[in-house]
T-cell receptor
Framework: AQSVAQPEDQVNVAEGNPLTVKCTYS??????LFWYVQYPNRGLQFLLK??????LVKGSYGFEAEFNKSQTSFHLKKPSALVSDSALYFC?????????????FGTGTKLQVIP | GAGVSQTPSNKVTEKGKYVELRCDPI?????LYWYRQSLGQGPEFLIY????????DSGLPNDRFFAVRPEGSVSTLKIQRTERGDSAVYLC??????????????FGPGTRLTVL
């Protein structure tokens, strides 16, 4: 069975500093990986995805993530954090096999950017 | 364009009552998903529709939960004999296609269900 782990419940970072939100996964084969962000009282919004190709994926709002197969990780990063980046971030994974496969979400990491 | 909408935004009911939660997906999205999100948790998969049919209902916790999508657009999640443990935010998402897997899902704002 597939699973996603987000080891940090909360990450605090000063505005202007680089940020990293960690994600590791367990799935058979090469996964499809996603990051979503959830702002208060709003639905989840798609940030970026890794399907195949370049291990460094760039997404919305200046975010990027690096797929590391050997470490089974897909950490979310941003070079310079903004206060407006404060939100709840979810990593998600699904197996790559053909046809429909269920997406599994992590438990989320709350990012707090301190002015 | 319009995103995924869900109604009501909040629903308070009493234990044992029946509730219906509605989802309007993005026009043209054939895949529709229901998730349940409890406090401090990520979205937990409930059911997936491809068109009108439920292609995967393995996440429904028991037979009190049922969902329909009769015309391949709007979907309704139905919960019978509600229990306090059903209290959560119910999220709906849609995507262009479900089968390919690499299409991201677009989420609605959710319905917060409280069972007293």
């Amino acid at each position: 069975a597939q699973s996603v782990a987000q080891p940090e419940d909360q990450v605090n970072v000063a505005e202007g500093n680089p940020l990293t939100v960690k994600c590791t996964y367990s799935v058979s084969g090469n996964p499809y990986l996603f990051w979503y962000v959830q702002y208060p009282n709003r639905g989840l919004q798609f940030l970026l995805k890794y399907i195949t190709g370049d291990n460094l994926v760039k997404g919305s709002y200046g975010f990027e993530a690096e797929f590391n197969k050997s470490q089974t990780s897909f950490h979310l990063k941003k070079p310079s954090a903004l206060v407006s980046d404060s939100a709840l971030y979810f990593c998600a994974v699904r197996p790559p096999t053909g046809g429909y496969q269920k997406v599994t979400f992590g438990t989320g990491t709350k990012l707090q950017v301190i002015p | 364009g319009a995103g995924v909408s869900q109604t009501p935004s909040n629903k308070v009911t009493e234990k044992g009552k029946y509730v219906e939660l509605r989802c309007d997906p993005i026009s043209g999205h054939t895949a529709l998903y229901w998730y349940r999100q409890s406090l401090g948790q990520g979205p937990e998969f409930l059911i997936y529709f491809q068109g009108t049919g439920a292609a995967d209902d393995s996440g429904l916790p028991n037979d009190r939960f049922f969902a329909v999508r009769p015309e391949g657009s709007v979907s309704t999640l139905k919960i019978q004999r509600t229990e306090r443990g059903d209290s959560a935010v119910y999220l709906c998402a849609s995507s262009l296609q479900g089968g390919s897997g690499y299409n991201e899902q677009f989420f609605g704002p959710g319905t917060r269900l409280t069972v007293l």
